[in-house]
């Protein structure tokens, strides 16, 4: 994977976001795999598509990409906030790329994908909507919240200049792919909070009791639900019966 921009691409155009886009578009289309079936042709829908921007022609998943020179931080700004969280319902609702850059080299820092299956209300930050004086007024955007999503969720291509490998890429995508299996949002929304837990535990093993120190936080965030260590327990044994948690003896687990 060459991490490099072909430059003169951008000659023609004068306004910098323009160069930009036309040297993120042409390096993803060239160089990125499906990270969903490893089909090695990306395709770049014609401009100004809604939603999408790339597609895999063997598998027919869909990607949209934004682009950071900057750090890729906390959040992302998107679209608009009401067309967002209608299309979290949506099974064609498309798979994020994010690419980091450097504009001094012109090359490739980090770029990674963010599985459809991670896009969950809770994820979404409304943002305010613009002032009376603005071409817009009203409309109210959104970011994605990054912080909201488990790193299991982030699948880096490249990260910090180096390319993973693509069997490493790919098995990573394979691993959570059970959640598309859950249509109803808020027990999705359960699994990626127990899957958050799970990692700021730090290790790979750990007890139930253990666990049990994210009752509070699991209660604040899911007021409605009293019976919080009775709904760990659910969520941790379909972790393991769907291969991402390890069984290992009464009360005790391992991440797969």
Not at 42 to 54: H, Q, S, T, W
Not at 105 to 118: A, D, R, S, W
Not at 204 to 232: C, M, Q, R, W
């Amino acid at each position: 994977m060459n991490l490099s921009f072909e430059t003169k691409l951008a000659d023609k155009y004068v306004g910098q976001s323009q160069k930009i886009r036309v040297l993120t578009e042409h390096w993803v289309d060239n160089q990125v795999y499906c990270p969903n079936c490893g089909h090695l042709e990306i395709n770049k829908y014609e401009n100004n598509r809604p939603v999408a921007d790339f597609f895999c022609s063997n598998c027919r998943e869909d990607y949209e990409l934004k682009s950071k020179k900057e750090a890729l931080g906390t959040k992302i700004v998107d679209g608009a906030y009401r067309t967002m969280i209608e299309r979290l319902q949506d099974d064609h609702n498309p798979n994020l790329f994010l690419l980091n850059y450097d504009l001094k080299n012109f090359e490739v820092l980090n770029f990674l994908v963010i599985p459809k299956h991670f896009f969950v209300p809770e994820i979404i930050e409304k943002r305010k909507p613009l002032s009376q004086t603005a071409i817009r007024a009203g409309w109210v955007g959104c970011n994605i919240i990054l912080q909201n999503i488990p790193e299991t969720g982030k699948i880096f291509f490249v990260k910090n200049k180096t390319v993973k490998q693509k069997e490493k890429v790919l098995a990573e995508w394979q691993k959570t792919l059970f959640l598309r299996g859950e249509k109803d949002l808020s027990a999705k929304g359960w699994l990626i909070d127990i899957m958050t837990c799970v990692e700021k535990l730090g290790r790979k093993e750990f007890s139930l009791e253990e666990f049990y120190g994210f009752e509070n936080v699991l209660s604040t965030k899911h007021p409605d639900n009293h019976h919080i260590k009775a709904k760990i327990r659910q969520q941790l044994q379909f972790l393991r019966d769907k291969g991402y948690l390890e069984f290992m003896e009464r009360g005790h687990y391992r991440l797969a």
